[in-house]
Each structure stands twice: as structure tokens, then as C-alpha cells.
T-cell receptor
């Protein structure tokens, strides 16, 4: 089974702090994604990466950056957290093979910025 | 622009009743189609997918979905709902072979009464 893990289930940070959200997948997938989920808005793509050190902006990249130094790990960075970044953050991965659209999700990190 | 619409924000059914969740997409070609389920506090789990071929696809947990090209729809159905089906359901589309990104609908929350 594909396993996608996220470093924290719940996180509380203060405004202005630098926040790191970590995601690790164990299936050697090329693609990794970061989404944020808000009520009534569904999942919105923040960034995705299709290879080590490669990244592409999603629909809402402002205020976020990412890092992918190893194939299995994809980090989301909030350089200076703000209250409007309070949300559920979901990481996903997929292969570039035949089923390349099928994404596997981690359990999510609920981030609260106070 | 491509989009996915789930017109029902919240649906309530009685246990044992049938269920249909609606999904419509806007895209010029046939997309790759997915339904995901999210139990409270969890990540997303794939229920079923359509890439090509038979337009009626079977998934896990007794769910099925039918792709109707003429209606640009991919509705999810279950003949008899169980209390454990209470969750949020997301429809998603992958737009073409050359991109691995998915576009998600805003979700439908299903409540099941005993």
C-alpha cells in the first residue's frame, strides 16, 4: 500500500513564525502535491513537484514556498505565518506512469495561526 | 476555464436509502475522472476512477459511478447507504495526458440518519 505521511496532525503557530510542514511518501512517486482545504472551497493546489528540485506553482502559491531535496520528501514552508493561513493542509503523491493522475493522500495537518 | 461542480453542498439520507451524488465538469475533451472520500479528520481515499472504456465503473465500499459524456457528468451512486458512509465526497478531474494535476470540486458532505 502507498503510504503518505505528514509530520504533524495538529499544529499551532503564532503570526510571523516560520512554519515547516513535512510530507514523506514511500512508493517512489515522481509527483508530489500540497493542497489546502477550506470549508466550501474544496481542495486548492498550492504547489506541486514533478521531480527532485523541480516545482511548479499551483493556484494559490502566495505566502508559501516548497522544497524537494529528496524524491520521497516534499516540504511546504510558510515564511511568515498569517492568520489567513489557518487551514487543513493535505499532501499527496502520484506516479508518472500509467495511473499518473491517481493521487494518494496523507492524513492532513490542521494548522492554526494565532 | 476548466472546472468541476458539485451542486449539492450537504445531503442527508436515511440508512438503507439509495444515494446519488452529482458531479459535472467543464472541459472540451474527455477527462480522467475520480471520486474521493474523506472521513472526519482523515485524508482523502480513492473510491473509484474512470479513464476510458465502460462508462459504468465500480469502486470500493459498494459505490459505482457513471460517466455520461453528453451531460458532462460523473455521478456517484450507492444502492443502500450505511451509517459508516457519512463523510465528505470529492469529485476530481485530470485534464489531459500531459499534466498530472487534478481539479477538485468543492465537495458534498453526506449525513446518514439511522
Amino acid at each position: 500500500d502507498v503510504k503518505v505521511t505528514q509530520s504533524s496532525r495538529y499544529l499551532v503557530k503564532r503570526t510571523g513564525e516560520k512554519v515547516f510542514l513535512e510530507c514523506v511518501q514511500d512508493m517512489d512517486h515522481e509527483n508530489m502535491f500540497w493542497y489546502r482545504q477550506d470549508p466550501g472551497l474544496g481542495l486548492r493546489l498550492i504547489y506541486f513537484s514533478y521531480d527532485v528540485k523541480m516545482k511548479e506553482k499551483g493556484d494559490i502559491p502566495e505566502g508559501y514556498s516548497v522544497s524537494r531535496e529528496k524524491k520521497e520528501r516534499f516540504s511546504l514552508i510558510l515564511e511568515s505565518a498569517s492568520t489567513n493561513q489557518t487551514s487543513m493542509y493535505l499532501c499527496a503523491s502520484s506516479s508518472s506512469g500509467t495511473d499518473h493522475h491517481e493521487q494518494y493522500f496523507g492524513p492532513g495537518t490542521r494548522l492554526t495561526v494565532t | 476555464a476548466q472546472s468541476v461542480t458539485q451542486p449539492d453542498i450537504h445531503i442527508t439520507v436515511s440508512e438503507g436509502a439509495s444515494l446519488e451524488l452529482r458531479c459535472n465538469y467543464s472541459y472540451g475533451a474527455t477527462p480522467y475522472l475520480f471520486w474521493y472520500v474523506q472521513s472526519p479528520g482523515q485524508g482523502l481515499q480513492l473510491l473509484l476512477k474512470y479513464f476510458s472504456g465502460d462508462t459504468l465503473v465500480q469502486g470500493i465500499k459498494g459505490f459505482e459511478a457513471e460517466f455520461k459524456r453528453s451531460q458532462s457528468s460523473f455521478n456517484l451512486r450507492k444502492p443502500s447507504v450505511h451509517w459508516s458512509d457519512a463523510a465528505e465526497y470529492f469529485c476530481a478531474v485530470g485534464l489531459s495526458y500531459n499534466t498530472d494535476k487534478l481539479i477538485f470540486g468543492t465537495g458534498t458532505r453526506l449525513q446518514v440518519f439511522p
